[in-house]
């Protein structure tokens, strides 16, 4: 048996930023629609960078599934 582990250290280091990534995307998104420690809501600004933290979610998302489909 012969391991190319070059490949797999790049395969290794890749998933791990893209899930270091994807996890902080949504913790931004999250914090974002939460309201405010005094119990006002988010500010538009904050919801709009929530909606874009969301969507860079499910374009990561949508672009696993079409690798492995593919």
Not at 22 to 30: N, R
């Amino acid at each position: 048996m012969n391991i190319d582990w070059a490949a797999l250290g790049q395969v290794f280091g890749v998933s791990l930023v893209m899930t270091v990534g994807l996890v902080g995307a949504f913790t931004l998104g999250i914090v974002g629609t939460s309201p405010s420690r005094d119990g006002r809501s988010a500010s538009a600004v904050a919801r709009t960078g929530a909606y874009a933290a969301f969507a860079v979610c499910a374009a990561a998302v949508g672009y696993g599934i079409y690798l492995i489909v593919a």
